[in-house]
């Protein structure tokens, strides 16, 4: 999908993806509120075919780790080239992050979903195999971003996690931003329990205090609640400084 500008004349929200697997995409991101704000033009996406830089009849894009051991690692030349035809694009802008999706990289986090999320885009390459050859990353620039400590196949679906995870951060992509701001990460802590109708449930009544209409009694009762999951469920965030609202 290229990268036109919105009805306002402002350019969308960017999302560029150099894979081996272009079909994966849209995929999920295809669907609900990223969907949707896709369609509507908040954000646009495309995906850069590696496979179209690789070399030879069988448009090789991989060869064997230097110094052996098991499997391929994607080539410089090749992905270079990739990001270079990107770069020759809009989504080359010079102020587009770039980023390596990496088992090893920075642990992406809500703020830092924030930060991407206020510029212009990302330009994304997802690795396949062992990875990616050393040299390409750090010659043009490539920031390596974690979903988790877990390895995956590939990149595509750790690419998707951050797009999603920016995309509904967009103005205009979700209803009201009040959800937003009462999401877990947001302030420091997670999100309190929800629930809602039925009023009693399998003999689970709804909390009383949340049907009591009191709005400060409420606000109060969910941070209480928030502020118990955290310390419960992640110590870690409750050590850290929260954000300044
Ligand atoms: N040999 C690599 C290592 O041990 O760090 C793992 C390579 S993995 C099989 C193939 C690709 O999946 C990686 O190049 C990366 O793009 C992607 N990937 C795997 N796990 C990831 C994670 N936790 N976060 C982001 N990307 C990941």
Not at 73 to 87: F, G, K, M, Q, T
Not at 136 to 160: C, H, K, P, T
Not at 170 to 198: D, I, K
């Amino acid at each position: 999908m290229p990268h036109t500008p919105k009805p306002d004349g402002s350019q969308p929200w960017q999302a560029t993806v150099i894979t081996l697997f272009p079909e994966m995409f849209p995929g999920p991101l295809g669907v609900s509120l990223t969907g949707q704000a896709l369609e509507t033009g908040l954000w646009s996406l495309q995906s850069i075919p590696l496979r179209e830089f690789g070399e030879g009849r069988h448009r090789q894009v991989d060869d064997t780790p230097a110094g052996g051991g098991a499997g391929m690692v994607l080539r410089a030349d090749i992905v270079a080239a990739a990001v270079d035809h990107a770069s020759s694009s809009s989504a080359g802008r010079a102020d587009i992050p770039r980023i390596y999706l990496s088992p090893r990289g920075r642990p992406l986090t809500q703020e830092f979903a924030r930060e991407l999320a206020a510029g212009p885009g990302a330009l994304m390459l997802a690795g396949r195999f062992e990875g990616v050859d050393e040299r390409v990353r750090e010659a043009r620039n490539f920031q390596e971003v974690s979903i988790g400590d877990y390895v995956l196949s590939g990149g595509e679906l750790a690419a998707m996690v951050l797009i999603d995870a920016c995309v509904r951060l967009l103005p205009g992509v979700l209803g009201g931003s009040e959800s937003l701001e009462h999401e877990s990460f947001e302030n420091g802590l997670l999100e309190y329990p929800q629930y809602t109708r039925p009023r009693q449930w399998e003999g689970h009544p709804i909390p009383d205090v949340l049907l009591s209409g009191d709005h400060g009694r409420i606000a109060k009762w969910r941070h209480h609640r928030s502020t118990e999951l955290t310390r419960a469920r992640r110590p870690d965030l409750i050590a850290s400084k929260p954000r300044e609202k």
